[in-house]
Nanobody, 115 residues
Framework: QVQLVESGGGLVQAGGSLRLSCAAS????????MAWYRQAPGNQRELVAS???????NYGEPVKGRFAISRDNAKNTMFVQMDSLKPEDTAVYYC?????????WGQGTQVTVSS
């Protein structure tokens, strides 16, 4: 079982920055594809960014050029640096881990961007 714990959410003004962290409980973290998803009220959950075990990153169109995903396998932790935040980035952000059909989710952290 993999446990994922997000942190770093909060309230920020438009144009500001936040850095989210996702700490994983198992040492095999380095083998998992990791991702951030978000869900705003009334919307479907959408991919923010993903990063493979080898470090290849992929981004959702709304965040390209503003967000940067990274991982520290030695610390079983994944990050997303969010810059130039917009009110439409307001959502609950979820950490996701995937490996060979096994998928795990964190409990989510709220990000609110005020205009």
């Amino acid at each position: 079982q993999v446990q994922l714990v997000e942190s770093g959410g909060g309230l920020v003004q438009a144009g500001g920055s936040l850095r989210l962290s996702c700490a994983a409980s198992r040492r095999i973290f380095s083998r998992y594809t990791m991702a951030w998803y978000r869900q705003a009220p009334g919307n479907q959950r959408e991919l923010v960014a993903s990063i493979t075990a080898g470090g290849r990153a992929n981004y959702g169109e709304p965040v390209k050029g503003r967000f940067a995903i990274s991982r520290d396998n030695a610390k079983n932790t994944m990050f997303v640096q969010m810059d130039s935040l917009k009110p439409e980035d307001t959502a609950v952000y979820y950490c996701n881990a995937w490996l060979l059909g096994q998928e795990y989710w964190g409990q989510g952290t709220q990000v609110t961007v005020s205009s």
